[in-house]
T-cell receptor
Framework: DAKTTQPTSMDCAEGRAANLPCNHS???????VYWYRQIHSQGPQYIIH???NNETNEMASLIITEDRKSSTLILPHATLRDTAVYYC???????????FGTGTRLQVFP | GAVVSQHPSWVICKSGTSVKIECRSL??????MFWYRQFPKQSLMLMAT?????????EQGVEKDKFLINHASLTLSTLTVTSAHPEDSSFYIC?????????FGPGTRLTVL
């Protein structure tokens, strides 16, 4: 079973920041937080991952709370093409399985 | 990131026939890869993990004799759905294990009539 909980859906206006929360209260010390997204009828796309420090790349920022029980994915300037299902996944290392939960369906509107 | 292709992108077949789906890593060699399936409006479900040169490991509830996986090389894996039935209609997605994450193919939509 997935070890994370996410809101079922969220809306965001184009150009605004999209903040997607994820709860992972049972995360272990050696588990990373990964974020993927899946645009309709496509394969998932890797976004970002982190262990305990905040991370930023060209796609997004990942903010992990100090107790590591929750995190937030931030898309700083959402566009219509960011409309997708976003999955938050915890896994121990790169050889661990990816167990997908239900994710958050983000709808970006004009 | 690595580029992964799947062929075909969609296929329609009659009940009872077998369908082969190819998954290729175009710029990356990986010893481990994964096959997922996704039913409409549901999340991805891991079917099996395969390592090059050895037999695949199937998740609970996935029939190994029905879903044949051949990890032929570091850049090619195939999934054969044998004696397909309408309930096998789904979106099948492969992924390769990279150095820091998994890279997914675009998926293959299988429709069994």
């Amino acid at each position: 079973d997935a070890k994370t909980t996410q809101p079922t859906s969220m809306d965001c206006a184009e150009g605004r920041a999209a903040n997607l929360p994820c709860n992972h209260s049972t995360i272990s010390g050696n588990e990373y937080v990964y974020w993927y997204r899946q645009i309709h009828s496509q394969g998932p796309q890797y976004i970002i991952h982190g262990l305990k420090n905040n991370e930023t790349n060209e796609m997004a920022s990942l903010i992990i709370t100090e107790d590591r029980k929750s995190s937030t994915l931030i898309l700083p300037h959402a566009t219509l093409r960011d409309t997708a299902v976003y999955y938050c996944i915890v896994r121990a290392d790169n050889t661990d399985k990816l167990i997908f939960g239900t994710g958050t369906r983000l709808q970006v509107f004009p | 990131g690595a580029v992964v292709s799947q062929h075909p992108s969609w296929v329609i077949c009659k009940s009872g026939t077998s369908v082969k789906i190819e998954c290729r890593s175009l710029d990356f060699q990986a010893t481990t890869m994964f096959w997922y399936r996704q039913f409409p409006k549901q999340s991805l479900m891991l079917m099996a993990t395969s390592n090059e040169g050895s037999k695949a490991t199937y998740e609970q509830g996935v029939e190994k004799d029905k879903f044949l996986i051949n990890h032929a090389s570091l850049t090619l894996s195939t999934l054969t759905v044998t004696s397909a039935h309408p309930e096998d209609s789904s979106f099948y997605i492969c992924s390769y294990q990279g150095t820091d994450t998994q890279y997914f193919g675009p998926g293959t939509r299988l429709t069994v009539l």
